[in-house]
């Protein structure tokens, strides 16, 4: 690449613009099944100029020229191509890996199926003895790509580490994060253990109501999809009106998502479309997509709140924001907040009680239900984020322990979690991290609604107003400023305890 080709940084945001909206066009058109094949190569290869060596030392010297807002911006503008960089060399590795994933075929009781298929199954068999014949079917089989998986990380490891200059993973995770990943990870420890009484107590009411009496006392990691799921309350929780309730849900707090037009809304139950409820924001805030196919059960009802959380965020950012303060953000748990608040809606019995025709006691029932599967699951993160730690400060070392993975996760969980699974169970730049950082901060948001509009917080248009002006300061504030606004300290989980039942 010739110095001539490196753009000013301000060419590079509009390019870098214009490259996210196709890319993300692109991915959307493959989600919803308006194409067959996906063409995201052809268009990293037209904007391969983004990223080079040279561009990224150009926007680090101007970086180092600024100061203030100016800086902050110039920061995610270079950590934005130092990934593209990285991932520029490894996208084709990335894609073999990825490809043989979906190639891959396992046999359950005679039927030849992709692994893929089989681990989504895994959510819906009704039988616990086919749970467990398959779950181990379908783990064995996603472990034999281990070793490929490795030398995957090891790769992307030595890129970001020479890329960015800081060679270890937790303190390059902690400088672009801004924040102390082991104190986090020492507050969350806290508060689970603060928790476990109450925890235990309600896991051997739910698990056996879930699973049912002959349940193993310490049933493996195969059965959580089901358990996500709420199988036994599905006739309540239909796929017809999944779409109603949730817009007249939000409707209730002030957002008339129909009538607002950069949120085009794609709802419908096509075939080829993809289970999994996601937001693209393609040009946010004048194009945002919100995409859902509603199989049925309350998981639905969930998941189009939380991603409904994400649309409203992007679609009511200020649009006079720089670019990068609209779509780019330096992780991700700010929006994540914001999805998390409006997924709580789902915990509170009287949201059961009015939408779903059901008795007070049974309304209460089936809250506490989503409030002990939030609670499992803030025990799953916060061990996996523990697992983490440890994986990446000893990986140059011994390239991490998987022991370690399945005694944090067993421990905190009481569901039996296999070591081999250590790899395909965590995801780029802790992730986890972001999640965990979302439930603290959006228990404090709760904690505040509760004050300032009371109890009816869930369908008040004051919650709704409160909302709007956290979303007009688009992606720009960091979850710890959000923190500072809500007048808490950024690791105080108390609210957090009182959320998760303890
Ligand atoms: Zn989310």
């Known amino acids: 690449?010739?110095?001539?080709?490196?753009?000013?940084?301000?060419?590079?945001?509009?390019?870098?613009?214009?490259?996210?909206?196709?890319?993300?066009?692109?991915?959307?058109?493959v989600r919803v099944g308006d194409k067959e094949v996906s063409e995201q190569a052809e268009i990293v290869r037209r904007y391969a100029d983004l990223f080079s060596r040279e561009q990224l030392d150009a926007l680090q010297e101007a970086e180092q020229d600024s100061s203030g807002d100016e800086r902050e911006l110039l920061y995610r503008l270079r950590k934005?191509?130092?990934?593209?960089?990285?991932?520029?060399?490894?996208?084709?590795?990335?894609?073999?890996?990825?490809?043989?994933?979906?190639?891959?075929?396992?046999?359950?009781?005679?039927?030849?199926?992709?692994?893929?298929?089989?681990?989504?199954?895994?959510?819906?068999?009704?039988?616990?003895?086919?749970?467990?014949?398959?779950?181990?079917i379908q783990a064995e089989a996603s472990a034999k790509f281990n070793d490929e998986r490795l030398d995957l990380l090891r790769a992307t490891e030595d890129l970001a580490a020479e890329y960015s200059?800081?060679?270890?993973?937790?303190?390059?995770?902690?400088?672009?994060?801004?924040?102390?990943?082991?104190?986090l990870s020492r507050a969350l420890?806290?508060?689970?253990?603060?928790?476990?009484?109450?925890?235990?107590?309600?896991?051997?009411?739910?698990?056996?109501?879930?699973?049912?009496?002959?349940?193993?006392?310490?049933?493996?990691?195969?059965?959580?999809?089901?358990?996500?799921?709420?199988?036994?309350?599905?006739?309540?929780?239909?796929?017809?009106?999944?779409?109603?309730i949730c817009l007249q849900t939000l409707e209730a707090l002030g957002f008339d998502m129909p009538a607002q037009?950069?949120?085009?809304?794609?709802?419908?139950?096509?075939?080829?479309?993809?289970?999994?409820?996601?937001?693209?924001?393609?040009?946010?805030?004048?194009?945002?997509?919100?995409?859902?196919?509603a199989q049925g059960g309350l998981h639905d009802y969930q998941a189009f709140l939380h991603e409904a959380g994400h649309a409203l965020h992007y679609a009511g950012c200020d649009p006079e924001l720089p670019y990068v303060f609209r779509r780019i953000s330096r992780d991700h748990a700010l929006t994540e907040i914001y999805s998390?608040?409006?997924?709580?809606?789902?915990?509170?019995?009287?949201?059961?009680?009015?939408?779903?025709?059901?008795?007070?006691?049974?309304?209460?029932?089936?809250?506490?239900?989503?409030?002990?599967?939030?609670?499992?699951?803030?025990?799953?993160?916060?061990?996996?984020?523990?697992?983490?730690?440890?994986?990446?400060?000893?990986?140059?070392?011994?390239?991490?322990?998987?022991e370690v993975y399945e005694r944090c996760l067993t421990e905190a969980t009481g569901i039996r979690y296999r070591r081999d699974n250590y790899l395909s169970d965590m995801d780029a730049g802790f992730y986890s991290a972001d999640y965990l950082r979302a439930w603290i901060r959006s228990a404090q948001l709760r904690s505040r609604l509760l004050d300032q509009v009371g109890d009816d917080w869930w369908r008040n248009p004051a919650t709704g107003e409160l909302l709007t002006e956290l979303f007009r300061e688009g992606t720009k504030p960091s979850s710890e400023e959000i923190a500072g606004r809500l007048e808490f300290e950024p690791l105080d989980t108390k609210p957090l305890l009182r959320e998760i039942g303890a």
């Open 1 to 29: 690449m010739s110095a001539t080709s490196v753009l000013s940084a301000t060419e590079f945001q509009a390019r870098l613009e214009r490259y996210l909206y196709e890319r993300s066009e692109e991915w959307r058109a």
């Open 80 to 136: 934005t191509c130092e990934s593209g960089l990285i991932s520029s060399q490894l996208a084709e590795r990335e894609d073999e890996l990825e490809n043989r994933l979906l190639a891959e075929r396992v046999t359950f009781q005679g039927e030849a199926m992709p692994l893929r298929n089989a681990q989504a199954k895994l959510a819906v068999l009704p039988s616990y003895a086919d749970r467990e014949e398959l779950g181990l």
């Open 165 to 183: 200059g800081i060679a270890d993973a937790v303190e390059r995770n902690e400088e672009e994060k801004d924040i102390s990943l082991r104190e």
């Open 189 to 244: 420890k806290a508060a689970s253990d603060e928790s476990t009484e109450r925890y235990r107590a309600a896991r051997e009411r739910w698990f056996t109501k879930l699973l049912g009496e002959d349940r193993e006392e310490l049933p493996s990691s195969y059965h959580t999809a089901y358990m996500r799921r709420l199988s036994p309350l599905e006739a309540t929780y239909t796929k017809e009106r999944a779409t109603a």
């Open 261 to 293: 037009p950069n949120i085009k809304l794609d709802l419908d139950d096509r075939p080829q479309k993809s289970p999994r409820a996601c937001v693209i924001a393609s040009d946010p805030p004048k194009i945002v997509h919100l995409i859902t196919r």
């Open 340 to 402: 998390y608040i409006i997924e709580a809606i789902t915990r509170e019995p009287a949201w059961h009680e009015q939408y779903f025709g059901l008795s007070a006691e049974q309304a209460q029932e089936n809250a506490e239900a989503t409030t002990f599967l939030e609670a499992l699951l803030y025990r799953r993160y916060e061990a996996k984020l523990r697992f983490e730690l440890d994986f990446w400060s000893r990986f140059t070392v011994d390239g991490g322990d998987a």
